[in-house]
């Protein structure tokens, strides 16, 4: 059951994230979703389908990374073996989310990925944040950014069905 909480650099002092993919840190799933500006990058590598939402009130486009639940495979002994790696797998424990009125990055503190111990930091001896919350505000703003437009369209697919 996800955790979620408002990213702090004074709160999460200790809180470390593992970048590693491999199953042991939550990356054994069959799909990820994905947004129209990346299947270009994508195509080439994952199948890419359109999935009725959990809803049941549009589609979602994934990329299948295997053909049954917990299964996937371009995880190998030493992590992912493909090129490339959808945002939305990415950007995981982070995503974007409202703390209050404003929005914010927030961390899955029950991720498997997010220990006290391994991992990259996730906060520094100072008031700048590190590189481990720079890069996943990227992802999950380039996340948020490329399915605002998605979503409002595939909604649109539901007719043909």
Same mark, same amino acid.
């Given at each position: ?5 408002? /990213? ?33 990058? %994508? ?8 999935? /009725? ?12 990374? #295997?053909?049954? =639940?917990?299964?996937? %495979?371009?995880? #190998?002994?030493? #992590? ?6 959808? /945002?939305?797998?990415? *950007?995981?424990?982070? %995503? ?18 997010? =220990?006290? @111990? $391994?991992? $990259?930091?996730? &906060?520094? *001896? ?7 919350? &720079?890069?996943? @505000? ?8 490329? &399915? /605002?437009?998605?979503?409002? &369209?595939?909604?649109?697919? =539901?007719?043909?069905?």
């Amino acid at each position: 059951m996800p955790n979620y909480a408002a /990213l702090d650099n004074v709160q999460h002092k200790e809180l470390r994230v593992i970048t590693e993919r491999h199953a042991a840190y939550g990356d054994a799933v069959m799909q990820g979703l994905t947004f129209p500006a990346e299947f270009r990058n %994508l195509q080439a590598t994952y199948p890419i389908v359109f999935a /009725l939402n959990p809803e049941g009130d549009g589609y979602d486009a994934v990329a299948l990374f #295997g053909f049954e =639940r917990g299964e996937n %495979l371009f995880l #190998g002994p030493d #992590g992912w073996e493909a090129p490339v790696i959808p /945002l939305s797998v990415e *950007r995981q424990p982070f %995503l974007i989310g409202k703390n209050g009125d404003e929005l914010a990055v927030l961390v899955d503190l029950a991720h498997r990925g997010c =220990r006290a @111990r $391994r991992g $990259r930091p996730c &906060s520094t *001896r100072t008031a700048a944040p590190p590189t481990t919350w &720079s890069a996943s @505000r990227r992802y999950c703003a380039r996340c948020t950014k490329e &399915s /605002l437009p998605a979503a409002a &369209s595939w909604p649109r697919c =539901r007719r043909w069905t």
